[in-house]
């Protein structure tokens, strides 16, 4: 290490103040940190002694999403081979994945440095780590075959617009994964509005997602029937748990989602508040749905001229498909942009969750919803959180008047 | 008084520059986004707006010592109103493809906040010759923000050029087949609303930082 360490003291002469090469600290500075600990010493109070520092926190996501990209590798060259009808067996399968997942990791890499490092040296911050959870996230949430130049523009688009006009990590209003998630589902609607199937194949290879098949039915009927009746892909309950369906990158396999949560519960990084509630808030808007899909018959709440098949799926049903879990676990979580407060952190999840079913089922054009919820509660956590201070405030007014 | 001294200079290129009534003021959005979507609308509706910011803008300058104060707003607005009742019926008569395209946008240039803010914070103020050049410089500044926003939102949200011509506008140039054939594809979300807000965001950001602006936190 002595060796590193002389390298990174002869450059960190170079990038000093005053120095020509000044701009470049940002840079500098960014690779110091990855090998070793900073030299930095806060000044002026408060301080808060802990080892959990913005990096370390971060890292722990990192960590917590390698599973999901591993079994995301897997998945493709297993939809690959099921399409191809050939044997590859477990390694291939996932060698074959990764095959596309490391394009779409780079390009999301290279895209979110290039913003980062611009604006870090622009704005003369350092550069900071909030930028790897995000490009980590970024590639989970993409189909397989998504084209990297749009991968490159729609991290750009997260990483600038999504965090970096509001002042870089700490104070922007929306999680930039799912900014660019949004971005790229309305900008390039044809590969990835969540109704094509998000499988490898081969040309002309289509069918829908478990989202789909109730969202454009043939012909009505409830969404379990609708589920066995498909025969491309096993759209099952225990199957859609175990994540062998089409579907983004990470978003499959419940079981890992489940892990990474008690993994990042564990260490404290992630509300177990956000993910229990907005569970519950989806499970309530879902029973509610299932109990207004018996009014549907006589031709209100119908959608294209026959009852909304939507409405019938289970709770179940809508925790396992689509990319809800993910989203709940990682992207909902995020500390910057949910609720900070405990109680806006209740009332927050059980939204996103409300939101999720409401998107999802009521509007055929978006069959796909929790994204759009999560932003959207992104959105309302400041107020959320503002209306629960105040009314601490009252309530402690009224106990001491 | 004349015409091009440096104060008159000043007074044209001001709402161009520093004073944008788009990007500094954040005047006149709704139309910023509605006839933005391609490049020939934009043009015209800037041609619209010139017109009928300067026209209203000498007309109310010059009868501004008749006008009561209680009733100037009235009288602004019936300037306003007859002058962009004339470029309706002039768009019918001459550019009706184009005019069917702006559909309702014209009519609402009325309701532009650009076209009475001038006329109230400047023309009733000042003579004609300096309300003249007032309201040229604030309608070429709305007309170059959108030009630019349309010209984003074309090429990369349909994928075009297209200039006003006598009918449907002619197209100077659009993306090559082979591009797409090659996985180009055009970004959907510029041709909605949200892409004109997000394009406008970054003009004026980027307009803000040449003109060295700076908001009070």
Redesign the interface.
Same mark, same amino acid.
């Given at each position: 290490m002595n060796f590193l360490r002389k390298i990174f003291e002869e450059t960190g002469k170079l990038v000093e103040k005053g120095k020509p090469l000044s701009w470049a600290y940002p840079v500098w500075e960014a690779a110091d940190t990855i090998f070793f600990s900073t030299n930095k010493q806060t000044s002026k109070g408060p301080h808060i002694r802990d080892n959990m520092d913005i990096k370390r926190t971060m890292f722990f996501v990192v960590i917590a999403l390698i599973p999901c990209y591993i079994f995301g590798a897997y998945n493709i060259g297993y939809l690959n081979a099921l399409a191809m009808e050939i044997e590859r067996g477990i390694v291939g399968n996932t060698i074959f994945g990764f095959t596309y997942v490391i394009p779409i990791l780079i390009a999301t890499f290279v895209a979110g440095a290039i913003c980062e490092l611009t604006f870090a040296i622009i704005r003369k911050h350092e550069v900071n780590e909030g930028f790897l959870v995000s490009c980590a996230l970024i590639p989970l949430t993409m189909p397989p075959d998504v /084209?990297l130049?749009?991968v490159f523009?729609g991290t750009s688009f997260g990483i600038i617009?999504g965090k970096e006009?509001f002042g870089g990590v700490g104070t922007n209003i929306f999680n930039p994964a799912l900014t660019s998630r949004a971005?790229m589902y309305?900008?390039? /609607?044809?590969?990835i509005s969540g109704d094509k199937v998000w499988a490898v194949g081969p040309d002309g290879y289509s069918g829908a997602t478990a989202l789909a098949i109730p969202a454009n039915p043939v012909e009505y009927d409830t969404a379990s029937n609708l589920f066995a009746a498909n025969t491309q892909f096993d759209y099952s309950t225990v199957n859609m748990f175990w994540g062998l369906i089409p579907g983004s990158i990470g978003e499959t396999n419940k079981l890992l989602i489940l892990f990474g949560a008690f993994f990042l519960i564990y260490c404290g990084i992630a509300s177990w508040r956000i993910m229990v509630s907005s569970v519950l808030g989806l499970v309530f808007t879902a029973l509610l749905f299932n109990l207004l899909n018996y009014f549907t018959v006589d031709g209100i709440l119908q959608s294209g001229g026959f009852p909304n098949a939507m409405l019938t799926i289970t709770p179940l049903q809508h925790i396992l498909i689509g990319s809800f879990l993910f989203g709940t676990v990682f992207m909902a979580t995020e500390p910057v942009t949910s609720s900070h407060t405990n109680t806006g952190r209740w009332i927050y999840g059980f939204l996103i969750g409300v939101l999720t079913v409401i998107i999802r089922s009521i509007n055929p054009a978006y069959p796909e919803g929790v994204f759009l919820a999560i932003l959207i509660m992104n959105m309302f956590a400041p107020l959320i959180d503002y209306y629960v201070v105040q009314a601490n405030i009252k309530m402690r007014l009224a106990r001491n008047a | 008084m004349e015409l091009f001294n440096s104060e008159s200079k000043k007074i044209v290129s001001d709402p161009i520059n520093v004073n944008n009534p788009i990007s500094l003021q954040v005047l006149g959005i709704c139309s910023a986004l509605a006839v933005t979507i391609r490049l020939d609308q934009a043009i015209i509706m800037t041609l619209a707006v010139v017109f009928v910011l300067c026209s209203s803008n000498v007309i109310l300058s010059l009868i501004r010592n008749y006008i009561p104060a209680r009733v100037r707003i009235v009288i602004m607005l019936s300037v306003i109103a007859s002058l962009v009742s004339v470029v309706d019926e002039l768009l019918k008569a001459y550019l009706y493809d184009m005019s069917k395209q702006l559909s309702v946008f014209v009519g609402l240039i009325i309701t532009n906040c650009i076209i009475m803010g001038r006329a109230e914070a400047f023309a009733l103020k000042h003579g004609p010759s300096k309300a003249f050049l007032d309201g040229l410089g604030n309608s070429m500044g709305y007309g170059l923000i959108i030009i630019v926003v349309s010209f984003f939102r074309e090429l990369f949200g349909a994928g075009t050029i297209t200039l006003p011509d006598g009918g449907a506008g002619y197209v100077l140039w659009s993306i090559p087949e082979s591009w797409y054939a090659a996985?180009y594809?055009n970004?959907?979300?510029?041709v909605?609303s949200?892409g004109a807000f997000?394009i406008l965001g970054l003009v004026i950001?980027i307009q803000r930082e040449f003109a060295g602006v700076e908001e009070d936190a």
């Open positions: /084209p130049w749009q523009i617009i006009i971005f309305f900008a390039f /609607p044809t590969k | 996985g594809e970004i959907g979300l510029l909605l949200p997000i950001w």
